[in-house]
């Protein structure tokens, strides 16, 4: 049981910073962002903070929304929640230099890989912490509270709270592109692909 925590553990903080990290590659890559990643690009924005400071923005939303879910969906806090905020604006800043580091010049080609990089490791790190099942993080934990609310399919609350999550993070100055419309289409069956084989690979699961 220890040692199945242990893993747990791991896989969710590993899943974080790759989350952070293909947050921060989207942005750097600058051909849009993911429905999150145009939230943080926003606060961002209309904080007038700098591009490298994108970490800083993505923690006062994160702070903002735990506090939210705290009041209004408190059983959905957990130690998961807490995992997932604690490195993810390390992530992202991190994330940030690491793509400028690689990619020392933006021509459409390196643009192209490096947004291609950050999907991958987006979708892959969403994976490793769904696969973790230790707890939701702040976003997933607000469409839940909506969707007891509402009493509607997640499936459907989700595609509304991303739709809003574009149109405030656009009215905010968060870029929007070529990625928004793939993280919209190809997000969801590829993180649910990838967690599937993680299940398997990581549990056993035969399903």
Same mark, same amino acid.
């Given at each position: 049981?220890?040692?199945?925590?242990?893993?747990?553990?791991?896989?969710?903080?590993?899943?974080?910073?790759?989350?952070?990290?293909?947050?921060?590659?989207?942005?750097?890559?600058?051909?849009?962002?993911?429905?999150?990643?145009?939230?943080?690009?926003?606060?961002?924005?209309?904080?007038?903070?700098?591009?490298?400071?994108?970490?800083?923005?993505?923690?006062?939303?994160?702070?903002?929304?735990? #506090?939210?879910?705290? /009041?209004?969906?408190?059983?959905? +806090?957990?130690?998961? &929640?807490? !995992?997932?905020?604690?490195?993810? %604006?390390?992530?992202?800043?991190?994330?940030?230099?690491?793509?400028?580091?690689?990619?020392?010049?933006?021509?459409?080609?390196?643009?192209?890989?490096?947004?291609?990089?950050?999907?991958?490791?987006?979708?892959?790190?969403?994976?490793?912490?769904?696969?973790?099942?230790?707890?939701?993080?702040?976003?997933?934990?607000?469409?839940?509270?909506?969707?007891?609310?509402?009493?509607?399919?997640?499936?459907?609350?989700?595609?509304?709270?991303?739709?809003?999550? #574009?149109?405030?993070? /656009?009215?905010?100055?968060?870029? +929007?592109?070529?990625? &928004?419309? !793939?993280?919209?289409?190809?997000? %969801?069956?590829?993180?649910?692909?990838?967690?599937?084989?993680?299940?398997?690979?990581?549990?056993?699961?035969?399903?």
């Amino acid at each position: 049981m220890k040692k199945e925590k242990l893993i747990n553990l791991l896989l969710a903080v590993v899943g974080v910073i790759l989350v952070g990290t293909g947050v921060a590659f989207n942005a750097a890559a600058a051909l849009g962002n993911d429905p999150v990643g145009i939230v943080y690009d926003g606060i961002r924005n209309a904080a007038r903070l700098s591009p490298e400071q994108l970490g800083i923005a993505s923690n006062i939303v994160n702070v903002v929304l735990i #506090i939210i879910v705290f /009041f209004t969906g408190r059983h959905y +806090i957990n130690i998961g &929640t807490f !995992i997932y905020v604690v490195p993810y %604006g390390l992530a992202v800043d991190f994330g940030g230099r690491l793509y400028h580091m690689l990619f020392q010049t933006q021509d459409l080609p390196l643009q192209i890989l490096g947004a291609t990089l950050g999907c991958l490791l987006l979708y892959t790190g969403v994976a490793m912490f769904i696969t973790a099942d230790i707890g939701l993080d702040p976003f997933t934990g607000i469409v839940m509270v909506i969707r007891d609310r509402l009493k509607k399919e997640f499936k459907y609350v989700k595609v509304g709270f991303d739709i809003g999550c #574009i149109t405030l993070g /656009f009215s905010l100055g968060g870029k +929007i592109g070529a990625i &928004t419309v !793939i993280t919209a289409l190809m997000a %969801g069956p590829l993180i649910q692909f990838l967690s599937d084989i993680l299940k398997k690979l990581v549990k056993g699961d035969k399903k």
